[in-house]
């Protein structure tokens, strides 16, 4: 088969996804809609969302506007001849870039925005389906959950192929090779607006979480999700706002910047191909985009076996899924390694085929997102040691619960580094015995990352159907639904539970395989600047090229240093954000117990909407400290310290992100769900007695729960952003730091 | 003057220092032991002291004397005439080896044992002393604790000189120049000690400090230090075991590696002065012990100082004296880098003398010391912003307290890391531009290191004042002793806490640049090695030498990413530790008041020697895994990784160690101090009423001090030896890595 028909599979599956999408957003708006209580909610939780939603996104946009102008100055002042990667410079390279990271800013928007709106309108049809049937209400659920999840993969794929085209991608020959460095402002955007979603949602989120619960369920004394406390649907829009949309704009972000540091990469391999006159030497730098093709056509096949019994585990039904996306991924993934990675008559060792050790390292990469489903289940379940442990410690109040949470958090982080250094070892290993040169090892790693990420759409939606559900049991609850229907509710926002923890996991370990990626293609742009300078004469030989990140230079040290530092100092602007907002709800709250009158005996309706709009705007104004802090870091660093300490920063600033992230993230699940099973009624005395709700081990574990609220659903997604970030902005500001 | 003159002030000042120690040992035990109740408490602590001296010694001895038979079997097998970086090789070597490195471990251990018992001697005399004069009090304690500090610094400089002296040191030339590269078991010995000794300790004191509130306030609902608790005293015992025992090791380890690291940097410059003409290159070789020496002379000059006024702040004393030892540091630097460092006809850039630059970098160390001190004081003192806002927030309950916390820990990070990298930066600039050549820059950093640990035993002694003077307000609360002496010894107590919380900023700082020295050690050892296996033609000459740690090598990433997991999964097993330990105090101290008859009505006596034992074996049984884990990771790297992934996990490793420390200390530290803050009666609610004990807002705040404890007394400081373990051990046992 002609490697080149495959490479039109990339638009077409693209296109196909969105039209499938729209499809299923089609299907879930068609569903009934419930009660008129239930609409009545709905409604008010759709009007929150949408008032953020133009909130954020407008002051998202204006920065990504502002982003656009001066990296588009930057870049044509800076990318002259003499630095410049390819044969485009001065203002022609500096509009492409700025316009690349438009796009990239305005497709993540696009994605963040039709998603939530979706999901919005699927958690009534979800609580309407749930008086019905528990399998109905699960299909309901993924696939308002998937429109998102389809979305954001298939336009993070068109986005990068249209900016490859444009840039000549699909001309062949040189024009191909150089394409891949002119789209990094894709990715950029893509960050830019990820930071910013991420931030702003995390902090809304949980602002509304933990303000509205101290002054309705501690300072008033009335249950949580009140419908007295004006506070409630602020909860319920923050879950769509942070769940969906911030982890829709994360993983967008990975697709995105993983496509074009493979990209990158495979101009290497292009170079090898070109070399010992293989066949279709393009086709290495095409192959990182027509596996992303066949992974969301995996995703499309996989979405009609969601179905069981209505007596199931509503997990076992998901999981049906999600084997079906891996296996499908897999075949898909020998079909396109055996057709694209023709190397005539070069074999790897021991004479095995090129492309069976890529298919491995392809294999490795979906092993691992495999594995990482289950450490988070173990980490953060009920039915394993680490939440049982926390539970335990409940009973001595809560200094010991934060204790024994704290000690699982950091415990988490020794088979998180083992797995992710398992899956670069074994992947470059694979890749450097493939009979590519030198350039296969690290190949091989972009190809684990690949694998790994065949199957985020399918991952996405997952992760959506949590807030989705959660919204419906708000909505149930909030509606007095039969007890049926609430039943059904309940159980599924348990398995939500569990699979937004699972996507956390998920999106740190390909965070940190598409941060590797992207570092390697830094080395190979600087590299390219610095033959150009040596060639034109601006710059001596004897400096040569770089071909370490010297970890011994002090400056790339001190980078490093700062690096690790900045990734706690960021998590602790985050972290008070959360705080600050969550006194402007409080306030807020309270002058509307005083000033309106009859909201205690539900005769007054609470202002709603004016909470809202208060916590928006106070989330929006506390995430900007956070994120100019994360975007003036590298850049003040690479000015100061030069261009191999912007590396160092890199390589370090992601390793002390991904450990970070998942201290905060698995010990805040881990103290949820220590708190959901002592609810549960699993946990008891020296004398077989339950220890539930209202005991004081359930207190100490409210303490937990609250504590992790903002590890789990502020800091530490918005640090997978951060290392992302650290990336695509070193990436696209290089020559700004050689001197 | 001529500069050998100056190498015979190494062993006058060591033995100068130890006689002065002896002095003020002999002097504080000359003091009024004060009210017949005071003796008979001081003689319980002393008795569980002992006892876990005997226990703890014993299990460390006999593990260090197997560290020294395994390391002595290793290189003698290793080490062969291809591998050597000297002319010994094989048993030799080994038993060299070996030998230091069981010195190493003898001479740290006789600092603990000596300064503890001391320490418990020195509280009951300055329980005595509250009684009369708040200035007799301070300095009596000042000078129990000096001892410790004294012992020390002049231990591990004697112990040093003398294997130096042993392996030829002092002969001259090539002999003198080989004999740093056969201390580093030294080294590693006194490592290898200091991280059982802060493990042991910091496990014993918090666990007696949880285990017995718990038993005690919480669950019998008897006062805190009640006689009742049979737990109280082996809390008492803790805090000489943990801050007493623990941080001299810690230091102890500090200044011996630094003397090493620095000594082998010296050879490079040796190298370079040799090669120019320079009169005297061997000074630079002796240069580091010299400048020590000079640093405890300053120091016993400075004790002479500590007085002031009856009606001052305890603290204002303690800093006259610190400021004494730092501006005499500061003269004899100038006047030791102005003998040593004759370059002859040699200048640094502008035509400045060498000399003057390197007093400059030994100036930079001494500024970062104070900086650190003053950076403590912000980050955990009632009078600044951080801990207020901590205090603030318990008034919202425990999880906001929690949360705060957390922010502030996270936040202290960032001041750290900028002022060590401002260090480092700064050091490194002025050592390039000395005229040294390439080897200045680095050998600037170590001479900022060495004039920042000029102060050591002056900062050691402030350190051990906190144990004596809180085991005096325990001693004085226990036995009823009069209002008076209450209220000097709790103003001295307050203090404390504050030396307390210097000494671990400076320990932190030391660690890390003490680990970066031996870092680049490490680098010329490995460097030895490959170029005598190219001349040997055991390895090809186009494999090279080390020249760098490139992080973009996948086998360094990789142990990048496992050296940041290391010290977050050594937190976890140190934290956990504790609560296991704790355990074990609780059902004794039940079994106590269960079973032995009127322990509650004060005419039984508890049996507190039982707990202590109990205390002893936990703690000591708790130790090992984290102990050994530490151990064997960066060896189990080594192996399977290769050395120059050593060199990225001991550098990484170094940086995220010193990080996750600095936010376990200062976010101990600020909860613990909210907590007095509270206590004093400083937190006000919205009306101005005082929010003070027994309010919600202080049991939030306790609860925060709780979660502290094990955070800054037992993970934090035993990360401060892992990250200089993993310096020593990757230098002995470097042959090993090399394939």
């Known amino acids: 088969m002609n490697p080149e028909l495959l490479q039109w599979f990339i638009p077409i599956a693209g296109l196909l996804a969105v039209g499938f999408a729209f499809y299923l957003a089609r299907d879930v708006l068609s569903r009934d809609t419930g009660t008129k209580e239930m609409m009545e909610v709905s409604a008010t939780i759709q009007e929150g969302a949408v008032a953020f939603i133009k909130r954020q996104y407008m002051t998202i946009g204006l920065l990504a506007l502002a982003g656009a102008v001066i990296i ?50 699927a958690n009534v049809r979800v609580a309407s389906a749930a008086r019905r049937s528990l399998v109905e209400a699960v299909q309901v659920a993924m696939r308002g959950g998937a429109v998102s999840g389809f979305l954001v993969v298939a336009l993070s794929l068109l986005g990068v192929w249209s900016i490859f085209a444009i840039n000549g991608g699909l001309a062949g020959g040189d024009s191909t090779k150089d394409a891949p460095f002119l789209i990094v402002g894709y990715g950029f955007g893509a960050s830019f607006v990820a930071l910013f979603a991420q931030l702003g949602g995390g902090i809304y989120t949980k602002a509304a979480d933990v303000g509205s619960d101290l002054v309705g369920k501690v300072e008033a004394g009335i249950p949580e999700d009140d419908p007295r406390n004006a506070g409630v649907i602020a909860d319920l829009v923050g879950d769509n706002v942070g769940d969906c949309a911030g982890r829709g704009a994360d993983l967008f972000e990975s697709t995105a910047a993983e496509n074009i540091g493979a990209m990158i990469l495979g101009v290497g391999v292009y170079a090898v191909a070109l070399k010992a006159g293989w066949s279709n030497p393009t086709a290495w730098i095409f192959f990182p985009l027509v596996i992303r093709a ?59 085929a090129t492309w069976v050790y890529f298919f491995g390292c392809g294999v490795v990469g979906l092993a691992t997102s495999i594995a990482f489903v289950y450490i988070t289940q173990y980490y953060t379940a009920g039915s394993f040691r680490p939440v049982r442990e926390i539970a335990e410690a409940s009973k001595t109040g809560p200094a ?26 074994a992947s470059n290993w694979l890749g450097a015995h493939s009979g590519l040169g030198s350039v296969g090892g690290i190949f091989g790693t972009a190809v684990a990352t690949m694998g790994m990420l065949m199957t985020t759409a399918y991952v996405l ?132 117990f005083r000033e309106i009158p009859g909201i205690m005996d539900y005769t007054g309706r609470p202002d709603y909407a004016r909470v809202v709009d208060i916590t928006t705007r106070a989330a929006l104004k506390e995430m900007m400290l956070p994120g100019i802090v994360a975007v003036a870091t590298p850049i003040a660093v690479g000015l100061l310290l030069g261009y191999q300490a912007v590396a160092g ?91």
Chains 1, 2 share one sequence.
């Open 294 to 352: 066949f992974g969301l056509v995996s995703t499309i096949v996989a979405m009609f076996f969601i179905r069981g019994k209505e007596t199931e585990n509503p997990m076992n039904i998901l999981n049906r899924g999600y084997w079906v996306t891996t296996i499908l991924s897999a075949i898909s993934l020998a079909f396109v390694t055996s057709v694209m990675m023709n190397t005539g008559t070069t074999h790897g060792d021991n004479g095995i």
């Open 461 to 592: 939606a997952m992760d959506t159907f949590g807030p989705i559900t959660d919204n419906a049991g708000g909505i149930a609850e909030f509606s007095r639904a039969e007890a049926g229907a609430r039943d059904i509710t309940d159980r599924l926002d348990a398995v939500g539970n569990t699979t937004k923890a699972l996507t956390k996991g998920y999106a740190i370990a390909s965070a940190s395989l598409a941060a590797f990626l992207l570092f390697s293609a830094y080395i190979d742009k600087v590299n390219l600047i610095l033959a150009r300078q040596i060639e034109a004469g601006t710059r001596s030989a004897a400096d040569g090229l770089m071909t370490s990140v010297n970890l011994a230079n002090v400056n790339v040290f001190v980078a490093a240093l700062i690096a690790a530092m900045l990734v706690y100092f960021f998590s602790s602007l985050a972290i008070r954000a959360v705080g600050t907002t969550a006194q402007a709800i409080i306030v807020e709250v309270r002058r509307q």
């Open 400 to 425: 010991t619960n934060i204790i024994s949470g704290m000690a699982v958090g950091f415990e988490t982080t020794a088979v998180t580094a083992v797995t992710i250094g398992a899956a670069l070892l």
């Open 649 to 739: 920063m890199l390589m370090v600033g992601t390793i002390a992100g991904v450990l970070l992230a998942t201290v905060l993230n698995n010990g805040g699940g881990a103290w949820d769900n220590a708190k959901k099973y002592i609810e549960s009624g699993h946990l008891l005395d020296d004398n077989g007695n339950v220890l539930g709700k209202k005991t004081d081990a359930h207190a100490a574990a409210v303490v937990g729960d609250t504590v992790g609220d903002p590890f789990k659903d502020t800091a530490g997604p918005s640090l997978h952003v951060l290392v992302k970030l650290l990336a695509t902005i070193t990436l696209v500001m290089a020559p700004l730091f050689i001197r």
């Open 72 to 121: 588009t100055v930057i870049i044509s002042l800076l990318e002259t001849a003499s630095v410049a990667d390819t044969s485009h410079v001065g203002i022609d390279i500096g509009i492409r870039t700025g316009g690349a990271f438009l796009i990239g800013a305005a497709c993540s928007m696009a994605c963040g925005i039709i998603g939530m709106l979706v999901s919005v309108r």
